[in-house]
Antibody, heavy 123, light 107 residues
Framework: QVQLQESGPGLVKPSETLSLTCDVS?????????WGWIRQPPGKELQWIGS???????YYNPSLKSRVTISVDTSKNQFSLKLSSVTAADTAVYYC????????????????WGQGTLVTVSS | DIQMTQSPSSLSASVGDRVSITCQAS??????LNWYQHKPGKAPKLLIY???NLETGVPSRFSGSGSGTDFTFTISSLQPEDIATYYC?????????FGGGTKVEIK
């Protein structure tokens, strides 16, 4: 059974870099899916941040692209999110999730999610 | 970006009621739409993909329909365990976008 678990600091200071990791268990991260990050600020809708393939290929939301880096570590079966120059607007629950390849024959659906981790940006 | 407008934002219904949620896309997305259920403190769960296909293991009281810009998600007989927030998501164009959510409560 595939399981995803987010981890990282729950509090980040303004202007610093938010760093989160998603550990994947029960499935090899190299086996054909994309791995994505989604966030939900308090009282707001879900926002897709970006996704990575095991080859390192990435897609990012243009609204965040200048500040986001998503990478994969196949040796640890995990992938990571870095969001730089954070402000209070980046306070959100961050989720990692698995989805079928973008542009592939199967629709892009997030079929497995982590439970999410709250990150608060505050001094 | 494709905007996804869900309505209503919340609803209250009795156990056994038929419940419907709509999702309208700001442009034609064919059937490139998914529906998720999210309970507090838990991982969101995929229920419907490609507008009308039931994900494996999901009860048949859940269904989806629509194409183009207008979509409907239906619970044929609301159960207490269906209390959650439901989201639509389009994948016709990047960036992937979600609706604002519909919170379903028991009356």
């Amino acid at each position: 059974q595939v399981q995803l678990q987010e981890s990282g600091p729950g509090l980040v200071k303004p202007s610093e870099t938010l760093s989160l990791t998603c550990d994947v268990s029960g499935y090899s991260i190299t086996s054909g899916y994309y791995w994505g990050w989604i966030r939900q600020p308090p009282g707001k809708e879900l926002q897709w941040i970006g996704s990575v393939y095991h080859s390192g290929s990435t897609y990012y939301n243009p609204s965040l692209k200048s500040r986001v880096t998503i990478s994969v570590d196949t040796s640890k079966n995990q992938f990571s999110l870095k969001l730089s120059s954070v402000t209070a607007a980046d306070t959100a629950v961050y989720y990692c999730a698995r989805h079928f390849p973008i542009g592939g024959p199967t629709g892009v659906r997030f079929d497995t999610w982590g439970q999410g981790t709250l990150v608060t940006v505050s001094s | 970006d494709i905007q996804m407008t869900q309505s209503p934002s919340s609803l209250s219904a009795s156990v056994g009621d038929r419940v419907s949620i709509t999702c309208q896309a700001s442009q034609d997305i064919s059937n490139f739409l998914n529906w998720y259920q999210h309970k507090p403190g838990k991982a969101p769960k995929l229920l419907i993909y490609d507008a009308s296909n039931l994900e494996t293991g999901v009860p048949s009281r859940f269904s989806g329909s629509g194409s183009g810009t207008d979509f409907t998600f239906t619970i044929s007989s609301l159960q207490p365990e269906d209390i959650a927030t439901y989201y639509c998501q389009q994948y016709d164009n990047l960036p992937l976008t979600f609706g604002g959510g519909t919170k379903v409560e028991i009356k």
